[in-house]
């Protein structure tokens, strides 16, 4: 393949150069913030490794964090991190700059944060309630068997 700019990532790729920008990781994607950006993201990252057992993985442009799915994310952008927290409620705060449903039953709630003392409380509640999250599955109504069905008789009349 000739030379080219990748369509996902906007890197250039030199001819017959090895490229593959969805493998990347936490290191990559944080390496060209500014110090206060990283410090932010740091604490960000503590602070959900706090709550318990998840996973961390890096994913085209995001850095995902997972229980049994994503309950936040953080896409590094060059002025702030987004972080989009997915909650089962909709929450109304200056500090948040958009929801949108994202399922039927979670809402995607979209931060910037551009300081390490940015990242506290609501904002750390926000991601604990994220992360604590279990949506209630709603039971599937069961079939009792088929009813053994009856001839009307006619009516005369």
């Given amino acids: 393949m000739k030379a080219h700019e990748c369509y996902h990532c906007k890197q250039w790729v030199e001819k017959d150069e090895a490229h593959d920008c969805w493998t990347t990781t936490e290191a990559a994607l944080t390496k060209d913030l500014s110090g206060d950006l990283q410090d932010a993201y740091a604490r960000i990252r503590e602070t959900a490794v706090e709550f318990g057992?998840?996973?961390?993985?890096?994913?085209?442009?995001?850095i995902m964090f997972a229980r049994k799915s994503c309950f936040f994310f953080v896409r590094p952008k060059r002025n702030f991190l987004e972080v989009v927290i997915f909650l089962g409620r909709a929450v109304k705060s200056a500090r948040i700059k958009k929801v949108v449903a994202s399922s039927k039953t979670k809402r995607a709630h979209i931060i910037q944060v551009r300081h390490r003392d940015e990242v506290e409380a609501p904002m750390t509640d926000w991601l604990r309630e994220a992360y604590e999250y279990e949506p209630v599955k709603k039971a599937k109504p069961r079939n009792h068997g088929s009813r053994k069905k009856t001839k009307k008789k006619p009516r005369n009349g």
Wanted: charged fraction near 20%; glycine fraction near 0%; avoid cysteine.
């Fill in 53 to 62: 057992e998840q996973r961390i993985y890096a994913s085209h442009s995001s």
